[in-house]
């Protein structure tokens, strides 16, 4: 679905937070229910389920708030500076590739000019996660964005030290004992990191109505 509107927006996030919690609570459910014999492989599957949705809805969501400002075409000297520097960014890769002095100048000029020229900011490829969202990549997908990622600092240990280093341990054949993890933990985790999903998209939502891309 194309992001046009801020309704559009708003629907693309319930739709991507309503599956996504649907099947974290599925996921909870499966540790819950789970056999004795049968609960160490329920919390490390859980782990690496948890993981890919705090990576999925980070960076679906921020790529639909990415959309949606693209859409708006607002003249780059009204929008937060990250936005210029996305369109900088993709352009000066063009300037890098190329050998021709008429696209050097072309970009050159477009750079001087780009204060009241209408906004053309590139969307795909733009949210990188790199198959690996700790806090750093994470703070700086919030500056992609121009959001404000000081309400997460709490939670950047979380993040690095107890989610990543157990789905990547977990990827890696370890066995739970070897995690510091059992049934109590995977929920307090759970809880936690599902929490962080929610908050990311409120804020995203929140932003767009606000309108939080002006300066």
Same mark, same amino acid.
């Given at each position: 679905?194309?992001?046009?509107?801020?309704?559009?927006?708003?629907?693309?996030?319930?739709?991507?937070?309503?599956?996504?919690?649907?099947?974290?609570?599925?996921?909870?459910?499966?540790?819950?229910?789970?056999?004795?014999?049968?609960?160490?492989?329920?919390?490390?599957?859980?782990?690496?389920?948890?993981? $890919?949705?705090?990576?999925?809805?980070?960076?679906?969501?921020?790529?639909?708030?990415?959309? @949606?400002?693209?859409?708006l075409?607002?003249?780059?000297?009204?929008?937060?500076?990250?936005? %210029?520097?996305?369109?900088?960014?993709?352009n000066?890769?063009?300037?890098?590739?190329?050998?021709?002095?008429?696209?050097?100048?072309?970009?050159?000029?477009?750079?001087?000019?780009?204060?009241d020229?209408?906004?053309?900011?590139?969307?795909?490829?733009?949210?990188?996660?790199?198959?690996? %969202?700790?806090?750093?990549?994470?703070?700086?997908?919030?500056?992609?964005?121009? %959001?404000?990622?000081?309400?997460?600092?709490?939670s950047?240990?979380?993040?690095?030290?107890?989610?990543?280093?157990?789905?990547?341990k977990?990827?890696?054949?370890?066995r739970?004992?070897?995690?510091?993890?059992?049934?109590?933990? @995977? @929920?307090?985790?759970?809880?936690?990191?599902?929490?962080l999903?929610?908050?990311? $998209?409120?804020?995203?939502?929140?932003?767009?109505? %606000?309108?939080?891309?002006?300066?």
């Amino acid at each position: 679905m194309k992001i046009r509107t801020i309704n559009d927006l708003q629907d693309s996030i319930d739709a991507e937070m309503a599956w996504r919690k649907h099947e974290l609570s599925s996921i909870r459910e499966n540790v819950a229910n789970a056999r004795k014999s049968a609960k160490d492989t329920a919390i490390r599957a859980g782990i690496a389920l948890l993981y $890919a949705h705090w990576e999925g809805a980070i960076k679906n969501i921020a790529t639909f708030y990415l959309e @949606y400002v693209s859409t708006l075409k607002l003249p780059y000297g009204e929008m937060k500076p990250n936005f %210029l520097a996305i369109s900088l960014k993709y352009n000066l890769k063009t300037f890098e590739e190329s050998s021709k002095s008429t696209i050097h100048t072309k970009i050159v000029s477009e750079i001087i000019n780009s204060h009241d020229a209408e906004s053309v900011i590139p969307v795909d490829g733009i949210i990188k996660t790199n198959s690996n %969202l700790n806090s750093a990549i994470f703070v700086e997908i919030m500056a992609t964005i121009g %959001l404000d990622c000081s309400a997460y600092e709490g939670s950047y240990k979380l993040i690095d030290s107890v989610l990543l280093d157990k789905r990547n341990k977990i990827a890696h054949g370890e066995r739970i004992v070897s995690l510091d993890l059992d049934e109590a933990r @995977y @929920y307090e985790i759970h809880e936690k990191i599902r929490d962080l999903i929610f908050q990311f $998209a409120n804020q995203v939502s929140n932003a767009a109505c %606000l309108k939080q891309y002006l300066k």
